[in-house]
């Protein structure tokens, strides 16, 4: 019989720096870590020279050590400070130096912007519980309006976006304003009075109603209760152009159709009015919106994955960790100068008192005196120095006086 005898598999033993390595590019490479959105409180925030932000994220059960380069806390709008509830966009990463799992925010805001998204998708459960947003209380737009209503401010970039984009596909439809503010407290009042006013016209076709862009408090007067009422008992159908492509507001789901943009509303209530030709670019239309979006989704992804790539091995992210480590050295560096500044300085002092207790000064001062021949200025210690009208001259603490030896010494 044959036997074997095989070496013992020997275990794989990592470098701390390889499996530092190891663990970041595991970090970096994770779909959910690399886009990232955390809620906590601020804590341990400091801000040194480079402008970089420092901090630590934390709930009652567990903190987080984040970083915000100085290019992105450029960007904010408020100033963080500790105690301070925020959301923060970022992706997780390892900082080898310290050996700290961090996340690497680019974007933060405070909470009570999410608190008015949380009050924007009750308000819109409610209303869409009592069924103001059917599909089939939707009403079909006219094909060729020839009188169109606008609501929207008419200092505002919007009614100019809107009436030149009218002028240009259908330069016969009257047009109608209807001017209201469309920020503020007072807003969603006016936005009501304007939906009325325009619905009493008898030969009113169509309204726009309009804004631009914003955040979310920007928006609010569009997420109102009497405004999504008004916009279904208006006489006739409602496009909403509020804000961005991605800006939803409940006025969106209660008119009967919603555009990206205050443009693409005018762009909306001005189709073509040829039956074959609206079929055929229809079409066509989504034909190409299907093959374009499936393209540009494919030439996305190999852009995300290129990235992310380039991103793990860009010299960028090595400067921004000898960035961190130092501002830490820098730190530990004032703290140990300081130290030994002060230790010298007791030093100094010691010696100081040392020298002051071994001055001739000192002895001086305590009733001593230095006696020398006034012409020779040696010093006299002993009686055989002397002699009758010798003159002297003695050192005291606070000068010196000149004398004679009168008679004979004793």
Known sequence: MLTFDFPPLQPMVFTVTSLSAYL???????????DVWVRGEISNFSQPRSGHLYFTLKDSEAQLRCVMWKSHAFRLRFSPQDGQSVQAHGAMSLYPAGGQVQLYIDEMQPVGEGQLYQEFLRLKAQLEAEGLFAPELKRPLPRLPRHIGVVTSPSGAALQDILNTLRRRLPLARVTLAPTAVQGAEAPAGIVSALQALSSLADLDLIILARGGGSIEDLWAFNDKAVAYAI?????????????????????????????????????????TITELIEKLRLFDQ???????ARLENLRQELLLAENRLQRHSPAQRVRTYLQFQDETRERLERAMSHYLIQR???LQNLASRLESVSPMAVLRRGFAIVSDAQTRALISRRGQTHPNQPIQIQLSDGSVVATISGDTV
């Open 232 to 272: 279904r008992g208006a006489r006739v159908p409602v496009i909403s152009g509020v804000g961005h492509e991605t800006d939803f507001t409940i006025a969106d789901f209660a008119s009967d159709l919603r555009a990206p943009t205050p443009t693409g509303a005018a762009e909306l209530a001005t189709p073509v």
């Open 24 to 34: 970041r590019e595991m970090l970096e490479s994770d779909e959910i870590l690399r």
């Open 345 to 347: 300085r007791l030093n």
């Open 287 to 293: 034909s190409l919106n299907l093959t374009l979006t």
